[in-house]
T-cell receptor, first 115, second 115 residues
Framework: NAGVTQTPKFQVLKTGQSMTLQCAQD?????MSWYRQDPGMGLRLIHY???????DQGEVPNGYNVSRSTTEDFPLRLLSAAPSQTSVYFC??????????????FGNGTRLTVT | AQTVTQSQPEMSVQEAETVTLSCTYD???????LFWYKQPPSRQMILVIR??????QNATENRFSVNFQKAAKSFSLKISDSQLGDTAMYFC????????????FGPGTRLSVLP
């Protein structure tokens, strides 16, 4: 059982480049989300999805796009990378069928540096 | 909007001693969930403990226990018999009692366990 798989683990981009961070889960979780982690700020929600075909914005969505065409995959796209997007990105999922209050299961994160 | 505060950016404790990490939150909700997550240097996010607000009994998981004070909106984590492997960032998180609701994380406390 792989859980939540994020790729790549590390990435360096130049300002203006675009890229996609991949996230896949094999637990059939309806809920998936993307967070960014910055020092002293905890984890901030970028985008989330409660099921295939449904996405919504979180606290810090600007500069990012998501799609949810399948239950398993939830890629995060950086449209035009900026130095302010240098961060560690986490994908997380939870099982809504277990009821309210199900914990988040996290991937191992992607460290992104934009120069 | 809910906010989560962790007032101790860094703490240290001697091996085998007990340490308490503080967390306060602001909400007008009556039903909700609280979590503590641990992030060791490997960057992995690991669920430590979960508390349901409508349960008065404090949650415990082996050496980890919480002191949940609903009226004071306080949710502290006590680690007993600290071990070197407890060295990590610890994040407190809040979730409303709503299906598909998002988590709100605190800024984290960096705990160092000293030999």
């Amino acid at each position: 059982n792989a859980g939540v798989t994020q790729t790549p683990k590390f990435q360096v981009l130049k300002t203006g480049q675009s890229m996609t961070l991949q996230c896949a889960q094999d637990m059939n979780h309806e809920y998936m989300s993307w967070y960014r982690q910055d020092p002293g700020m905890g984890l901030r929600l970028i985008h989330y999805s409660v099921g295939a075909g449904i996405t919504d914005q979180g606290e810090v969505p600007n500069g990012y796009n998501v799609s949810r065409s399948t239950t398993e995959d939830f890629p995060l796209r950086l449209l035009s990378a900026a130095p302010s997007q240098t961060s560690v990105y986490f994908c997380a999922s939870s099982n809504l069928l277990l009821g309210v209050g199900s914990p988040l299961h996290f991937g191992n994160g992607t460290r992104l540096t934009v120069t | 909007a809910q906010t989560v505060t962790q007032s101790q950016p860094e703490m240290s404790v001697q091996e085998a001693e007990t340490v308490t990490l503080s967390c306060t939150y602001d909400t007008s909700e009556n039903n909700y969930y609280l979590f503590w997550y641990k992030q060791p240097p490997s960057r992995q996010m690991i669920l430590v403990i979960r508390q349901e607000a409508y349960k008065q009994q404090n949650a415990t998981e082996n050496r980890f226990s919480v002191n949940f004070q609903k009226a004071a909106k306080s949710f502290s984590l006590k680690i007993s018999d600290s071990q070197l492997g407890d060295t990590a960032m610890y994040f407190c998180a809040f979730m409303k009692h709503v299906r598909g609701q998002n988590f709100v994380f605190g800024p984290g406390t960096r705990l160092s366990v000293l030999p």
